[in-house]
Structure formats: C-alpha cells, structure tokens
C-alpha cells in the first residue's frame, strides 16, 4: 500500500464520542486526502491537505475535522460521532496536485453504534 | 448529486469474456479519468487512467475508451480471469490542482471459471 499506513484498522464506538484516525506515510508526497466509502456511492472526499497545516473541505466534511503538523501524519477527528459516520475510511497520498495517481491506505472500519 | 454514473452496479463474466463497465460524467471541465480497481479488504489501486485527448488507452487487458461529445467513458477487461474479479471504481478530476477526485459508485465483477 506504498508506505501508507491507517490506525487503528478497525473500531467501534459509542455515539457522541470522539474518534481520531490517523494516516501515516513514508513516501514524504505533499497531498493528502480523506475519503469514506459507502456501498452505492463509491469513494467520497471528506477533506485534503495539500501541505502541513493547509488542509481544504471536501464534498462530505460536516462533523469532519483534520489536522496535518507534519508532512507524514494526516489526522481525521469526528468531533462527536454519529451512526451515519459507520463507515470505512480512506487515506489517499500523491505526489503532485495535477492528475497524479493517488495511492491509498488499506483503510480503517469504523462503527458507531 | 452524483457528477460520476457507473454502471452496471454488479457484473458477472464468464473466463475469457469481456467485461464492459460504462461511466458517464456532467462536468465538461473534468480533464483526468482513472480507473481504480479494488479487492475486498484493500484499498484502491489505480488501473489505467485517460486524459480528453485521446479516444483509447489500452495497458494489457485492459482499455478505456472514450468519448468526448457523449460525456461517457469506459473500461474493457479482455480475456477477463477470475483474478479479475474485484469492485471497479471509475472516477474525473478537474484541472486546477490538488487531483480531487470524484468517484463513481462502482462496479463489482464476479469472473466465473
């Protein structure tokens, strides 16, 4: 999964609670990026990052917060989470901001209950 | 409001078939189409990817052909394998930076030996 790793791989929480994933990359590429999938609507872009510490909205970022302190990490926090956030989520990495392949993570699983 | 249409939601070839997955866009200004292929439990992993100037890639098996004035574009999986079977995403970025990518809902293809 070109040195992008996520944690934790799997987690189940209570509504209401927060949550923090976390992507790591070893592959110091400037972009980042946060989707969810959900069955029948592909890949959603929750938020980006095209630096340390400038990060952008996405298509579906309400309840999302991210941070990005250094060029490795790329944080996603549900402030206080709902059973519509169950989902997976992934980490995406790309070198460049033109059309550039995005290499994702293997994903962290995410169950609110 | 999906910019991306992917279909079929499911597919299912026989060995040495071709699979045919068909997407159609809104947005002219998209510039960049890639094909993402995905095994369960794994993240996304880019397959083949188009730029608007250009009517047919092929890498392999596989082919994207395009069509510019109908807005649509496809993925052909020759001689498809059961090692083929996978969920297939298509996707559009816009030019401007950044790569955002809008996805397609996907496609899971079933290649029976």
């Known amino acids: 999964d070109a040195g992008i790793t996520q944690s934790p791989r799997h987690k189940v929480t209570e509504t209401g609670t927060p949550v923090t994933l976390r992507c790591h990359q070893t592959?110091?590429?400037?972009?980042m990026y946060w989707y969810r999938q959900d069955p029948g609507h592909g890949l959603r872009l929750i938020h980006y990052?095209?630096?340390?510490?400038?990060?952008d909205k996405g298509e579906v970022s309400d309840g999302y917060s991210v941070s990005r302190s250094k060029t490795e990490d790329f944080l996603l926090t549900l402030e206080s989470a709902t059973s519509s956030q169950t989902s997976v989520y992934f980490c995406?990495?790309?070198?460049?901001?033109?059309?550039?392949?995005?290499?994702f993570g293997p994903g962290t699983r995410l169950t609110v209950t | 409001q999906q910019q991306v249409k992917q279909s079929p939601q499911s597919l299912i070839v026989q060995k040495g078939g071709i699979s045919i997955i068909n997407c159609a866009y809104e947005?002219?200004?998209?510039?960049?189409f890639p094909w993402y292929q995905q095994f369960p439990g794994k993240g996304p992993a880019l397959l083949i990817a188009?730029?608007?100037?250009?009517s047919e890639k092929k890498e392999g098996r596989f082919t994207i052909s395009f069509n510019k004035s109908a807005k649509q574009f496809s993925l052909h999986i020759m001689d498809s394998q059961p090692g083929d079977s996978a969920t297939y995403f298509c996707?559009?970025?816009?030019?401007?930076?950044?790569?955002?990518?809008?996805f397609g809902a996907g496609t899971r293809l079933a290649v029976h030996p």
């Open positions: 947005n002219t200004a998209f510039d960049y």
């Open positions: 995406a990495i790309s070198a460049q901001g033109g059309p550039y392949e995005q290499y």
């Open positions: 188009i730029r608007p100037d250009v």
């Open positions: 996707a559009a970025s816009k030019p401007g930076g950044y790569n955002k990518l809008i």
């Open positions: 990052s095209y630096g340390v510490k400038d990060t």
């Open positions: 592959e110091n590429h400037r972009y």
